[in-house]
């Protein structure tokens, strides 16, 4: 059974930041690319990050390009996201998913973990 479980979210100020984690279970690395998506309040869910099952090539939102960084620690079944420089409009639920990435970097999802809450103060 594929299960995602994601952590880390939590209240910080603007400027901060925060480590999501993104424990896998029920799979390989190789069989599914990882992604974070987000949706906040009154918005529809975006993609915001995914990492290659194949090569680790990695892909990111326009808005959070140079701000966040997403890495893979195969050993530990674990996809993380790095979260600089944290902005309110980045308050958001995110979700870890598992998929596959088409075109120049649209993760389409398979697999959706439970979300965790990311709140970024002003």
């Known amino acids: 059974e594929v299960q995602l479980q994601a952590s880390g979210g939590g209240l910080v100020q603007a400027g901060g930041s925060l480590r999501l984690s993104c424990a896998t279970h029920g799979f390989t690395s190789e069989d599914y690319a990882i992604g974070w998506f987000r949706q906040a309040p009154g918005k529809e869910r975006e993609g915001v990050s995914a990492i290659s099952n194949s090569d680790g090539s990695t892909y990111y939102a326009d808005s959070v390009q140079g701000r966040f960084t997403i890495s893979r620690d195969n050993a530990k079944n674990t996809v993380y996201l790095q979260m600089n420089s944290l902005k309110p409009e980045d308050t958001a639920v995110y979700y870890c998913?598992?998929?596959?990435?088409?075109?120049?970097?649209?993760?389409?999802?398979?697999?959706w973990g439970p979300g965790t809450q990311v709140t970024v103060s002003s």
């Open positions: 998913v598992a998929g596959e990435i088409y075109g120049l970097g649209y993760l389409s999802p398979d697999y």
